[in-house]
């Protein structure tokens, strides 16, 4: 078994965790939470979108969707709305405040991403972004059955 300082999942938690330490505070600041804002960024790139849709590039598992999109249309940053003909299937979309709080937030973001790019280089920045994009074109082998000792 590999180290555990040779582990890429704990080395990816770790480095998360360290590149929202940036993040966190300006999103405590606004009263919003890191999922929270990820839905406002999508939903601020892509307008109408579909509810599983959402969830996908949100990185947000959809039972836990439906909860952060009713405490986001209480707080009025987006509606929800069923698709005519087809009551199963749930569009979101931002609100003119939710525009308006990207828009605030986004500007606090901008500022802690060039802190960030400030201690790795924009070439080291840009480089990083490439090995994550090649790391989330991973295919996972086939689930092989473990053989236990009573096989």
């Known amino acids: 078994m590999r180290a555990l300082d040779r582990s890429l999942p704990m080395a990816l938690l770790r480095a998360r965790e360290s590149v929202m330490a940036f993040f966190r505070p300006e999103l405590n600041a606004a009263g919003l939470t890191e999922q929270q804002w990820r839905i406002i960024?999508?939903?601020?790139?892509?307008?109408?979108?579909?509810?599983?849709?959402?969830?996908?590039?949100?990185?947000?598992?959809?039972?836990s969707l439906t909860g952060m999109l009713t405490r986001l249309e209480r707080k009025r940053l987006l509606r929800r709305r069923k698709v005519p003909g087809d009551q199963r299937r749930l569009h979101v979309m931002l609100t003119n405040e939710g525009t308006a709080r990207f828009i605030a937030v986004s500007r606090c973001m901008e500022q802690r991403y060039l802190l960030i790019e400030a201690q790795f280089g924009k070439q080291g920045l840009d480089a990083l972004f490439k090995l994550l994009r090649q790391a989330q074109s991973l295919q996972a082998p086939q689930t092989r059955a473990l053989r236990t000792s009573r096989d």
């Open 41 to 63: 960024r999508v939903l601020h790139e892509h307008d109408d979108m579909e509810f599983h849709e959402l969830a996908r590039l949100a990185c947000v598992m959809p039972p």
